[in-house]
DNA sequence: TTGTGTTTTATTGCCTCC
DNA sequence: GGAGGCAATAAAACACAA
C-alpha cells in the first residue's frame, strides 16, 4: 500500500504511530513479547480512535533510530523489503517510515552529491583558468619578442635594398657611360684598366646580392622556427610575413631566386 | 516571545520495472 | 496492475537572532 489520503484516518494512524511506539519502547521495556503485542494492539485501537479524532503529529525520530538508520544507510542506501522489515522491528517504527526515511536520505544524498561535484568542477575551473591566464602572459612576451625581431629585420632590409639600389645606379650609369663610350671610341675595348673597373663592380653586387641572400635565409629559419613552436599563436599576418611565397623562393629547388620582392618598383 | 530560516518527516503524482 | 523510486512540495519541529 502506498498511497493514503491525510483524510484518511487510517493513513493519520500511522503517521502518529511512530510516537506511539516510541512511548510503548520507553514505558513497555521488559515486558513478554507475548505481553507486549498485546499492549500494542489495545494502544493501537486507542489511537486509531484518537487519529480519527485528533490531527497527525509529526514526530522527529530519537538519535538511537537515527543512528541506526545511518549506519545501515552507509551499508547500503536502497532498502530490501528483508532489511525494512528487519529494521522496522528493531526500532520500533513503521515498515513505511523506514522507507521514508530512506527515500529522504537518498535525497539529501544526492543533494550534496551535487554540492560536491559542483565545488569539484568550480576548483578545476578555476585551476583552467589560472593555467590559461599563464598561457596568455607567456604569448604576449613571445609576440613581444617577435614584433622586436620583425622590426630589427625591417631595419636591416630598408639598409640592404638602399645599399643594393645605390648599387645598381652607379652601375647603370657606369653601362650607360662604357656604351657612350663605346659609342665614341672604340679603341677602350681594348683597355685592360676598364675590364678590371667592371670586375670590382660585379664582384661588389654579387656581395650585396649574397647579402641578401643571406638576410632571407634567416628570416625563413626563423619563419620555420616560430611556425613549428608556436603553429596556434600565429597571427595571419605573421604566417603571411614569414610565408615561403613572401621569401621570394631564393630557396626553392624548382624556381631560381629572384629579388622581385626586394625591388618591387621593377 | 516572536518572526524567520532551516531541517526533518510525510504526502502526492508520475514513472519504471516485473 | 502493484510495488517501489524519485522530484516536488507541505507541514511540523527546531534553531536562533532581535
Redesign the pocket.
Same mark, same amino acid.
Given at each position: 500500500?502506498?498511497?493514503?489520503?491525510? /483524510?484518511?484516518p487510517l493513513?493519520?494512524f500511522?503517521?502518529? /504511530? /511512530?510516537?506511539k511506539e516510541e512511548r510503548t519502547q520507553k514505558t513497555n521495556q521488559g515486558y513478554s513479547r507475548d505481553f507486549q503485542s498485546m499492549l500494542d494492539s489495545l494502544e493501537e485501537e486507542d489511537y486509531s480512535e484518537a487519529a480519527s479524532h485528533v490531527?497527525?503529529?509529526?514526530?522527529?525520530? %530519537?538519535l538511537h !533510530?537515527?543512528k541506526a538508520?545511518e549506519k545501515n544507510f552507509e551499508v547500503e %542506501?536502497?532498502?530490501? $523489503?528483508e532489511r525494512?522489515l528487519k529494521l522496522a522491528g528493531e526500532l520500533g517504527? !513503521? $515498515?513505511?517510515?523506514i522507507?521514508?526515511?530512506? !527515500? %529522504?536520505?537518498?535525497?539529501?544524498w544526492?543533494t550534496k552529491q551535487l554540492e560536491r561535484d559542483y565545488g569539484t568542477l568550480k576548483a578545476n575551473y578555476e585551476a583552467l583558468k589560472l593555467d590559461y591566464s599563464n598561457l596568455e602572459q607567456k604569448n604576449e612576451v613571445l609576440a613581444q619578442e617577435v614584433k622586436e625581431l620583425k622590426a630589427k629585420l625591417s631595419e636591416e632590409n630598408v639598409d640592404s635594398s638602399h645599399s643594393v639600389k645605390e648599387e645598381h645606379r652607379v652601375s647603370e650609369s657606369d653601362n650607360n657611360a662604357s656604351v657612350h663610350s663605346k659609342n665614341h671610341d672604340f679603341s677602350e675595348n681594348n683597355n685592360p684598366s676598364a675590364i678590371t673597373r667592371d670586375h670590382s663592380n660585379i664582384s661588389s653586387s654579387h656581395h650585396e646580392l649574397m647579402n641578401l641572400f643571406q638576410l632571407s635565409d634567416s628570416r625563413v629559419i626563423l619563419g620555420n622556427i616560430y611556425q613549428v613552436y608556436q603553429p596556434h599563436l600565429m597571427k595571419p599576418e605573421e604566417q603571411s610575413l614569414f610565408s615561403t611565397e613572401e621569401s621570394c623562393n631564393f630557396f626553392s629547388v624548382d624556381q631560381a631566386p629572384t629579388l622581385h620582392c626586394y625591388f618591387p618598383e621593377h
Open positions: 500500500m502506498k498511497r493514503f489520503d491525510s /483524510s484518511d493513513a493519520a500511522i503517521s502518529i /504511530s /511512530s510516537s490531527g497527525e503529529k509529526k514526530r522527529r525520530l %530519537n !533510530q537515527v538508520l %542506501n536502497k532498502l530490501e $523489503p525494512k517504527l !513503521q $515498515p513505511r517510515q522507507a521514508i526515511w530512506f !527515500q %529522504n536520505r537518498r535525497a539529501r544526492k
